[in-house]
């Protein structure tokens, strides 16, 4: 069992930014990858971003690239999210999950979740 825990969600305006965390315990011995992703009411939760174990493959979905940044800390069992440039279309909860078949968009991969942290951006 993973246990994930996000946090740094809140309300922030159109251009600004912020930083969620996702802290992992539990089965944090094995080599496992991370993944983002976000829902809004209505809609399917949708891929944000993955790492890998290592942190040397870090895919991203096209709305976010080059203003979202993922990256791990393997020592302190934390995944982070930095965004930028946020736009009011980023509103939603954001999730951090985790699987043990690599840092994939594939929603089905994933196998344990957090309970998901509120992000609103006001136009």
């Known amino acids: 069992q993973v246990q994930l825990v996000e946090s740094g969600g809140g309300l922030v305006q159109a251009g600004g930014s912020l930083r969620l965390s996702c802290v992992a315990s539990?089965?944090?011995?094995?080599?496992?990858?991370m993944g983002w992703f976000r829902q809004v009411p209505g809609k399917e939760r949708e891929f944000v971003a993955a790492?890998?174990?290592?942190?040397?493959?870090?895919p991203y979905a096209d709305s976010v690239k080059g203003r979202f940044t993922i990256s791990r800390d393997n020592v302190k069992n934390t995944v982070f999210l930095q965004m930028n440039s946020l736009k009011p279309e980023d509103t939603a909860v954001y999730y951090c999950?985790?699987?043990?078949?690599?840092?994939?968009?594939?929603?089905?991969?994933?196998?344990?979740w957090g309970q998901g942290t509120q992000v609103t951006v006001s136009s």
């Open positions: 790492i890998s174990w290592t942190g040397g493959i870090t």
């Open positions: 999950a985790v699987n043990f078949q690599g840092a994939t968009s594939r929603t089905g991969a994933y196998v344990y």
């Open positions: 539990g089965r944090t011995f094995s080599r496992y990858a």
